[in-house]
């Protein structure tokens, strides 16, 4: 079992920057992919940001150019650096690391409790 605990959320100005962690209590080395999820009230949970095994990333179009994920594999931790912010931002993030597990045949998933980013001026 794997338990994920994000931090860094916050209140910050249009513009402003923020950066994201998510803490793994357990191994994500063999992980086939780490994500970054947001959701605001009234509306679906959306994928912002996601780097698999192989080092591939990739971004929801609202936020390419000024969101970055990284990950430190020795440390288990999962980062996503938020620059130029907007209203739109505002939502509960969340962390989620994928494994596939070779007996159910199927991936798997952990989620973590969510951090609240608000953009407001």
């Known amino acids: 079992q794997v338990q994920l605990v994000e931090s860094g959320g916050g209140l910050v100005q249009p513009g402003g920057s923020l950066k994201l962690s998510c803490a793994a209590s357990?191994?994500?080395?063999?992980?086939?992919?780490m994500s970054w999820y947001r959701q605001a009230p009234g509306k679906q949970r959306e994928m912002v940001a996601s780097?698999?095994?192989?080092?591939?990333?990739n971004y929801r179009d609202s936020v390419k150019g000024r969101f970055t994920i990284s990950t430190d594999i020795v440390k288990n931790w999962v980062y996503l650096q938020m620059n130029s912010l907007k209203p739109e931002d505002t939502a509960v993030y969340y962390c989620n690391v994928e494994f596939y597990s070779h007996v159910w045949l199927q991936p798997y998933d952990y989620w973590g409790q969510g951090t609240q980013v608000t953009v407001s001026s």
């Open positions: 780097i698999t095994s192989g080092g591939i990333t």
């Open positions: 357990g191994s994500i080395a063999s992980s086939t992919a």
